[in-house]
């Protein structure tokens, strides 16, 4: 089993910074991709940033040149430093890490409990 720990939500104002963190534990693969979705009330959660462990990445259109996403494969944590933030990026961000189980290979996901970030003046 996989287990993910968010931190870093709270409330930022337009234009503000803000960075979330999360470190998985138990069985992890070398190689999966880590990533960040988001979901605001009445949405559907849609994926901001990954990022596999060999470094490379992929972001939203909406976030692109402002948001930045890393890892710490040695840590197995990944962060998303967010820049010039706006209110339409209130909502509840989701850490996730896509791998082969452990046991059966099968492609899996797993996913953190959410943090909520509310841009806002």
């Known amino acids: 089993q996989v287990q993910l720990v968010e931190s870093g939500g709270g409330l930022v104002q337009p234009g503000g910074s803000q960075r979330l963190s999360c470190a998985a534990s138990?069985?992890?693969?070398?190689?999966?991709?880590m990533g960040w979705y988001r979901q605001a009330p009445g949405k559907q959660r849609d994926l901001v940033a990954d990022?596999?462990?060999?470094?490379?990445?992929n972001y939203a259109d909406s976030v692109k040149g402002r948001f930045t996403i890393s890892r710490d494969n040695a840590k197995n944590t990944v962060y998303l430093q967010m820049t010039s933030l706006k209110p339409e990026d209130t909502a509840v961000y989701y850490c996730?890490?896509?791998?082969?189980?452990?046991?059966?290979?099968?492609?899996?996901?797993?996913w953190g409990q959410g943090t909520q970030v509310t841009v806002s003046s």
């Open positions: 996730s890490l896509r791998q082969r189980h452990i046991t059966t290979m099968y492609p899996f996901e797993y």
């Open positions: 138990g069985s992890i693969v070398n190689v999966n991709v």
């Open positions: 990022i596999s462990s060999d470094g490379s990445t």
